[in-house]
């Protein structure tokens, strides 16, 4: 079991139904850094390695296809909060944070950053390895490279963009998210709490009536589109349906 401080930063790309991986672990030991490649080497993962978050940052502009990061919170020169700020202000690629403090301050500090899941030490690297390989398909807009039409709006997952006939629509990463969510399954109802645990992960304390928030902005932006399809299920939460005259 790993009991030390330290970051990992993880990047995937998929390729022909294979998880093709590039993994850069940062970390100030060099003996956590080969610990942990090892065990990612054994499932067929790269690995690069930074000595601190600085590096990690590098490494990251060096290398455009990341597909997921795991950073740890005491970090040299960075520490891993504000190394998933920076990411977050260019990439919405899945951020697992790592850390052997456990307390909820923690918690809610890595999710506000922008975190999509909390690890805490000692940890096993098998185990981690598997909840990197179930994040990152849980994030299927990295993972899928087709584009998904619906009456008009495409979602293009492998650029991670959002058109509605050939115009681009500017949204923010939970909106996008909470998009690809809905559509996923069309004419089914979402409750508020689902999106809240499914777009902010289960550890947000924050309100539902965020998702409100969200939703209202989300559908501003779609225009038409939204108002004719993006639908509030009044008692429940929000769905995607064909058209107005469904019920």
């Not at 950053?113 to 849980?138: C, H, I, M, N, W």
């Amino acid at each position: 079991m790993i009991e030390h401080h330290h970051p990992f930063m993880i990047q995937f790309v998929y390729k022909g139904g294979d998880f093709v991986s590039k993994i850069i672990i940062a970390d100030d030991e060099q003996l956590i850094r080969k610990l942990v490649g090892d065990f990612l080497k054994k499932a067929n993962h790269t690995v690069l390695e930074a000595e601190d978050g600085e590096r990690a940052l590098e490494l990251f502009e060096e290398n455009p296809d990341t597909a997921l990061l795991i950073l740890d919170i005491m970090m040299p020169e960075i520490d891993g909060w504000e190394v998933c700020r920076r990411i977050r202000k260019k990439s919405d690629v899945p951020v697992m944070l790592l850390t052997a403090r456990s307390q909820d301050f923690d918690q809610i500090l890595g999710f506000e950053s922008g975190a999509d899941d909390y690890v805490t030490k000692p940890f096993s690297p098998v185990v981690l390895v598997k909840r990197v390989e179930a994040l990152l398909r849980r994030n299927s807009s990295f993972t899928n490279e087709k584009q998904n039409g619906y009456w008009g709006l495409v979602i293009d997952s492998s650029a991670h963009e959002v058109k509605i006939d050939g115009k681009t629509i500017d949204l923010t990463l939970k909106e996008y998210k909470i998009l690809e969510k809905l559509i996923s399954s069309v004419g089914r109802a979402y409750s508020r709490e689902q999106l809240l645990d499914d777009v902010w992960g289960l550890d947000y304390f924050g309100d539902t009536r965020t998702v409100d928030s969200h939703v209202a902005r989300l559908r501003t932006k779609l225009g038409d589109w939204g108002e004719e399809h993006l639908k509030t299920v009044y008692g429940v939460g929000y769905k995607i349906q064909e058209n107005s005259n469904e019920e």
